[in-house]
């Protein structure tokens, strides 16, 4: 059986003519409707380009009467029918919304009344992350055992996103169990710019599907590099954001002391527009109240009257006098990734930042980053179990239930399939039976280890003076793809056994925000991104360090195996 063998009710698309779509949720349905084919006919002032538009450019279309939602719609649409179900077949988008035609209609209908005049995110497509529960799709945590497996309701992002008019137009494909770029129903998530590279994962879709300009703006999750990592091998921004500043309520969970959702974007103000809408307080999430008690400042007031705006740090001149630590031991990967990242602190320092070269203690390097899998998640997975199966009942009556349920079926049947499961699914499954977060070594790492964390970070931030710390995101580019269904060979590959900061920000008691940038090309045509790493609450002067980087270097380039369809 193949990927679609797993999923039912593939429906034939028209989008691309502007005819529709059948209805019908599935793997690659799209949505439809009655009114959903049909569009006024008005005088256009002015033409659209979608390659790449941003929020600004598709609210100024509307405001003007080039575009309506349901045109933005049937654009995105054809461009999903023509990269995920032909092309490059990047395997990006593991739902479409079968009613987002209709949905989309009906935001037309709400602007022609005026309500969506203050609402940035009005009738902007939205691409879930598939561990973020849909009421209305199924959350399948990239897991064929939860393929058609619908929530009670709608995650707190969810319900957020809808109040404020986002279209959402589908569940991106994930990393299964929130790890790698593979899963068992969509098989390997390939890279926009290099067909034998994968994203990265484990918000391996979000990734592909934002730089292929298949969304506007994608949800991510992020436990130890899955935001950011996907965001630097496919060329965007990607924020993990203080943890907890986004409630995971609603979200399928991988680990609680670490987990955090966060936005991905093409841009940096569309990364803060879209973190203004999804943050905030929810008493349903402890973590997210402790987040907002702490956080200085009105914050806390802001976020509860729905004032709460990203956008106001967006400045250029905001590196100008910042303190930036350079992360030297994050370099010394690949020659081409280091000469990116020399010219973009070299971009920093023309805008006024000082850098300050700086070298980690070694014995912190070793435990904390070259060995934290081994010393602080794999005891930090002690918790998986309880909170994984207390999440199952969230998911309908015909879901398994207990861990136990899911290695037998993955043992069983799909290991049997085509698409085996990653060793590394079943290996968090069977060590999660004979480990619980009352064991003495979950204590010591919940009391000691992590907070020791905190305080050594913080000491750096402090010792030195900085306003943030500054490196290349990752040490090598994207690596071949390789997968229990198969692998491909690339000699032009060069590898890394340099720390990888992926863990550095999010693995201590308290979750530090970090954001990554495009900083160009490498000569393969892969993409990397330079990162910014900041103290807890930093997240809105993060964004704008980023943003001040961004509009000087402009080096976000659009996926070459998704180019711009005819017409669009």
């Not at 589908?170 to 593979?182: D, H, I, V």
């Not at 200085?296 to 630590?325: E, I, K, N, S, V």
Request: aromatic share 8%; with cysteine; glycine share 10%.
């Amino acid at each position: 059986m193949g990927r679609r063998g797993f999923v039912t009710g593939v429906a034939a698309m028209g989008v691309a003519a502007g005819t529709g779509a059948a209805t019908g949720a599935s793997a690659h349905g799209r949505g439809g409707g009655p009114d959903g084919g049909r569009r006024p006919s008005r005088p256009r002032p002015e033409r659209f380009v979608l390659e790449e538009a941003t929020v600004a450019d598709i609210r100024r279309a509307y405001a003007s009467g080039a575009l309506s939602c349901v045109e933005l719609t049937e654009m995105y649409l054809a461009r999903i029918a023509a990269y995920e179900d032909g092309g490059v077949r990047l395997n990006s988008m593991t739902t479409v919304n079968p009613d987002a035609l209709r949905l989309a209609a009906r935001l037309d209908r709400e602007r022609a009344r005026g309500a969506a005049a203050r609402n940035p995110l009005h009738g902007i497509p939205v691409v879930l992350k598939d561990n973020v529960d849909t009421v209305d799709m199924p959350t399948s945590n990239g897991s064929v055992i939860l393929r058609n497996a619908f929530p009670d309701d709608d995650a707190f992002i969810t319900r957020a996103l809808r109040r404020r008019g986002a279209l959402i137009l589908g569940k991106a494909s994930m990393g299964e169990f929130a790890g790698g770029s593979y899963n068992t129903i969509d098989s390997q998530v390939t890279n926009p710019y290099h067909r034998k590279r994968g994203t990265g994962g484990s918000s391996a879709g979000s990734g592909a599907a934002t730089a292929s300009n298949l969304t506007v703006l994608a949800i991510g999750t992020d436990t130890s590099t899955s935001v950011r990592g996907p965001a630097a091998y496919c060329g965007i921004v990607g924020l993990r954001p203080t943890t907890g500043l986004i409630s995971r309520d609603g979200i399928a969970p991988k680990n609680l002391t670490f987990d955090t959702a966060g936005p991905m974007a093409r841009t940096v103000t569309d990364t803060a527009i879209l973190l203004s809408a999804v943050a905030g307080e929810d008493r349903a999430d402890p973590l997210s109240v402790e987040t907002f008690r702490n956080h200085p400042g009105p914050f806390r007031r802001q976020a509860a009257a729905g004032t709460l705006d990203y956008t106001r740090y967006l400045r250029r001149g905001a590196l100008r006098g910042r303190r930036l630590g350079v992360m030297r031991d994050f370099f010394g990967g690949d020659p081409e990734i280091d000469a990116l990242a020399e010219t973009a602190l070299e971009t920093m320092r023309s805008l006024g930042a000082e850098l300050v070269d700086i070298t980690l203690d070694p014995a912190f390097v070793d435990y904390y980053i070259v060995n934290g899998g081994r010393n602080i998640r794999h005891i930090a997975d002690y918790r998986f179990r309880a909170e994984w199966e207390q999440y199952l009942t969230t998911l309908g009556p015909d879901v398994p239930r207990t861990v136990e349920e899911f290695i037998e079926i993955y043992e069983t049947e799909v290991n049997a399939s085509p698409l085996p499961v990653e060793a590394s699914v079943l290996d968090l499954l069977t060590r999660s039976l004979t480990t619980s977060a009352d064991m003495p070594a979950f204590v010591d790492l919940i009391e000691n280890v992590l907070p020791e964390a905190t305080r050594l970070k913080m000491a750096v931030f402090e010792d030195n003076d900085l306003d943030a710390m500054v490196f290349p995101y990752q040490t090598s580019f994207a690596s071949p793809i390789s997968n229990p269904a198969f692998s491909v060979e690339d000699p032009t590959y060069v590898s890394s056994n340099r720390p990888q900061p992926a863990t550095f920000a999010g693995y201590s008691s308290v979750g530090f925000p970090g954001i990554v940038v495009p900083m160009g090309l490498g000569s393969q045509g892969l993409p990397m991104t330079i990162s910014l790493m900041g103290r807890p609450y930093s997240d809105g002067e993060l964004l704008g360090y980023a943003y001040d980087y961004e509009q000087e270097s402009q080096l976000r380039v659009p996926a070459p195996l998704a180019p711009p369809l005819r017409g669009a």
